[in-house]
């Protein structure tokens, strides 16, 4: 197992997660670097590629109980407001993930082609531009204006907690307000 491989594919849900439970945004990401540091040196003793996300986790929340003790402040009410991880936290980025190729497909059809090529089968935006003889900056910004059109079809159906940088640490759906991904 590769540190690389392991951390890009745990990276975002360690820092939703993390993001979640430490409200200052600098303690945050301190704690993710000491996550990195852990399991870049521990990563060698686990034995099944299964166990990887519980244990990665787990020293995350490790991590969050002693950043707590350090600053005087863990309580055993802590456990009862559900610090510690368990299996059934999911990441909200990969929850919602589920839902955005039907959104995608409630947009105009030029939308709904462009954003599809280029959000989900990975195509590159220079190479969609030359294919469809279209110049590379309008195509960034037809992009960047559908991707403006999803966040407002997801807005409409959830509310969006969000990190400092963008990134979706949490969502609730809005009673009765959609039907798009069911």
């Known amino acids: 197992m590769q540190i690389e491989k392991v951390w890009g594919e745990y990276k975002l849900g ?4 993390i993001h979640s439970k430490i409200a200052n945004p600098t303690d945050a990401e301190d ?3 000491e996550v990195l540091i852990k399991t870049f040196q521990n990563l060698h ?8 996300k519980s244990w990665i986790f787990q020293v995350a929340n490790n991590a ?6 350090r600053n005087g402040k863990y309580t055993n009410e802590m456990l ?9 936290s999911e990441d909200a980025q990969k929850e919602l993930s589920k839902c955005i190729e039907p959104f995608i497909r409630e947009l105009p ?21 030359e294919a469809k003889g279209i110049k590379y900056t309008t195509l960034k910004s037809r992009v960047k204006k559908g991707r403006e ?5 997801f807005e409409n159906c959830c509310t969006m907690s969000l990190d ?18 069911k």
């Open 14 to 17: 360690l820092k939703g997660f």
């Open 31 to 33: 704690l993710l670097q």
């Open 45 to 52: 003793k686990i034995n099944s590629q299964e166990s990887i």
């Open 64 to 69: 969050i109980i002693d950043h707590y003790r």
């Open 80 to 88: 009862d407001e559900k610090l510690i991880f368990t299996e059934e």
């Open 109 to 129: 059809k030029e939308t709904c082609e462009l954003l599809t090529a280029i959000d989900l089968d990975g195509e590159s935006q220079k190479a969609y531009a």
């Open 149 to 153: 059109e999803l966040r407002a079809l």
């Open 164 to 181: 400092k940088d963008g990134n979706i640490i949490d969502f609730e759906e809005k009673p009765k307000s959609c039907n798009v991904c």
